[in-house]
């Protein structure tokens, strides 16, 4: 590779390292972005879980009343009975222990009654609650589906980005030599998008290593590309271009 080839090749690769780090922050954020729209719709759905459990609340409770006034009506129908039966008993110890029997039934009614009672104020307090809890997710809702349009908008935007960048990207690599272009390519690959990096203050920017003296010699020579002994990054020296 003479001196003014390599030259030119380590400047197309300074630019196509330009678009190669934009592209590459972009695929990272457009990676971001199905991630963030599951998090935000789980987080809603637990916000509409808690009005579901409301709701559930209420049935449950509205249910168990029902099941009081059932039993309700049960005793209910047991005082009625064993009003009726007391004209039929013929002893006084007979009729006392029927109204014994009476009076716990009516001691049972009322505790019946008083859990009903309790039901009603109950299921009132939750349904209350449900209405607030509506209301809040109604603006959960709106907010919900705001961020997500802005989510996918802005990966609708960030895609169209890409696409410029890497049609400029094909532009400047039709200029590269393949072997060059393909070595920057693994490099790339493996090296979370950085292939090429400027030496500054003797050490190599992409690990922070040294750069021997003899290393910064052979990159000012613009004979070969040269390679960080340490991250394998190709190396360059910015105001020798």
């Known amino acids: 590779m003479t001196s003014k080839s390599a030259k030119d090749q380590?400047?197309?690769?300074?630019?196509?390292?330009?678009?190669?780090?934009?592209?590459?922050?972009?695929?990272?954020?457009?990676?971001?972005?199905?991630?963030?729209?599951?998090e935000i719709k789980i987080q809603f759905e637990a916000k509409k879980q808690i009005l579901k459990e409301f709701d559930e609340r209420t049935k449950s409770k509205q249910l168990e009343r029902k099941e009081k006034e059932v039993d309700l009506?049960?005793?209910?129908?047991?005082?009625?009975k064993s009003n009726n039966h007391l004209s039929q008993l013929k002893t006084n110890k007979e009729y006392k222990a029927k109204l014994t029997e009476?009076?716990?039934?009516?001691?049972?009614?009322?505790?019946?009654?008083?859990?009903?009672?309790?039901?009603?104020?109950?299921?009132?307090?939750?349904?209350?609650?449900?209405?607030?809890?509506k209301v809040l997710l109604a603006e959960e809702e709106k907010n919900y589906i705001a961020e997500k349009k802005q989510i996918e908008d802005f990966m609708k935007e960030l895609e169209e980005k890409v696409k410029l960048l890497e049609?400029?990207?094909?532009?400047?690599?039709?200029?590269i030599d393949a072997n060059a272009l393909s070595r920057y390519e693994r490099i790339l690959k493996g090296k979370d998008g950085l292939a090429i990096v400027k030496v500054e203050n003797g050490s190599c920017t992409g690990c922070y290593m040294n750069?021997?003296?003899?290393?910064?010699?052979?990159?000012?020579?613009?004979?070969?590309?040269?390679?960080?002994?340490?991250c394998a990054r190709i190396l360059y020296i910015e105001e020798d271009l």
Do not use: W
């Not at 690769?13 to 199905?34: A, C, M, R």
């Not at 009506?73 to 009625?80: P, R």
């Open 167 to 175: 049609n400029k990207r094909k532009q400047t690599a039709v200029d």
């Open 102 to 133: 009476i009076e716990n039934i009516k001691a049972d009614k009322s505790i019946i009654e008083e859990k009903i009672l309790i039901l009603f104020d109950e299921v009132d307090k939750i349904k209350d609650q449900f209405e607030k809890e």
């Open 211 to 230: 750069v021997p003296a003899q290393q910064v010699n052979q990159i000012k020579k613009h004979e070969n590309l040269i390679y960080c002994e340490m």
């Open 73 to 80: 009506q049960a005793k209910e129908d047991e005082i009625v």
């Open 10 to 38: 380590i400047i197309k690769l300074v630019e196509l390292q330009k678009f190669d780090t934009e592209i590459y922050q972009y695929n990272k954020e457009l990676k971001e972005g199905p991630e963030r729209l599951q």
